[in-house]
């Protein structure tokens, strides 16, 4: 006898998600509304791939920073090379932008991208170590009306998902003005040393902005009384930030400053906002998304200086939210037809039946494994179908179909040929009841 082999569970890496049927409905949701965005407000999808140099990330998101530091996935190929998952998509877009000489098409290149994201973080609610994003980025221009439009768009798909949303907004600066803001922090910082927290006092001197949004009870007292990036904003810089804020009040966005924006990622310049839902549990404000400029990356990466901006919001999130606010999702539409068969030769007419119907382009269903009639109709009646077609021995024996309608019960021996017109027929019907119900 053969030993045997004992039985090892596989689990779902920890910090993984399925994304089960049921929420299904959710994603479809999302990926619609985003695209419908990006088409009124002329964006072009791009998909970059999950893997890139390690040294992309280092580059623009900042080795400092904890999302290249801590959290990314990185290994060394069979080839050598060093590679890691994205752990956002601005730094691949931008690479792409430049590897395919987008420099060259009329500016604003603007892209929106949908996908998942690796971050090695603690895994919780709604944070995960495989996460999706949507996001959109407009490369080159430094119009203050293209930040109003990038903070509008994040706000108002949000808005339309059924989210109570808030804008957070701040400007840290062009390179040279944040530069001389960071000196100041460090000076301020200075003598109160040992009240930061561990992870504050290493990233004093390396990633000082962090310092501002440390969620330690300690460092935040210490960053209330901070000097404010937005009173060390060159005059240009003011200028920019000003306007956004007025296309903001025009566009009648809820919106509050916060000079505690900093975001996380190195590459951010001038205007940056964090998008937050704030009719969740307890009145707790919670990040869905964050943007901002980054009018240096890529030059950083080798192009030539081009302004840009851009936005990505966490999809888990915004459904997580959705679910906590009980906002009402379509279920979808149901059936027109339903096919039905008893014994072994309905169900072979059936077969081909549905074939017909689908290619024809009725919305149909079915459940041929199915044997009993009872089971069939309980299953038409869960798709909400409008009328069931029902096929056994006798039908076939005479050329016949039944044609049942699921409201009302009614079912009528039609000729098997006519099948098509008779369906049409009725759907045609019933069509002009419901617009003479809604008149
Ligand atoms: P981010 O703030 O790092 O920005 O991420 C944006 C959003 O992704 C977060 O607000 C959150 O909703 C979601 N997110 C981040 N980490 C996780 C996680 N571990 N689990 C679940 N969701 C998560 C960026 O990634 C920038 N690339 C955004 C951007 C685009 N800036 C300019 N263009």
Redesign the pocket.
Known sequence: MAAKKKKVKVQLVKGMKDILPDEQLYWNLIRTKVENFARNYGFSRIDTPIVEATSLFKRTVGEDTD?VSKEMYSFVSQGGDKLSLRP???APVVRSYIEHGMLNLPQPVKLFYIGP?F?H?NPQA????Q?W?F?F?AIGDEDPVIDAQMIAISYFILKDLGLDIEIQVNSVGDSASRTEYIKILKKYYQDKKKSLCKDCSLRLNKNTLRLLDCKNKKCQELAEETPQMVDHLSEAGKEHFMAVLEYLDELDIKYSLNPKIV???DYYTRTAW?IFECSGKEGKLN??????R?DDLVNILGGRETPAI?????I??VIMKMQEAKVEIDKGRGFDIYIAQLGIEARKKALNLFEDLRRAGFSVSENMSKKGLKDQLEAADKKQVKYTLIMGQKEIADGTILIRDMESGVQEIVDYKKVKAEVRKRLDRNIAKNLKLKK
Do not use: C, H, K, P
Request: aromatic share 12%; glycine share 28%; charged share 30%.
């Open positions: 999302v956002e998509n601005t994201q971050r973080d709604g944070r995960y170590r996460f994003q996001g980025e975001r996380g990622l964090e990040a869905l998304g964050g943007g901002g980054y851009g936005f990505a919001i966490g888990e999130r």
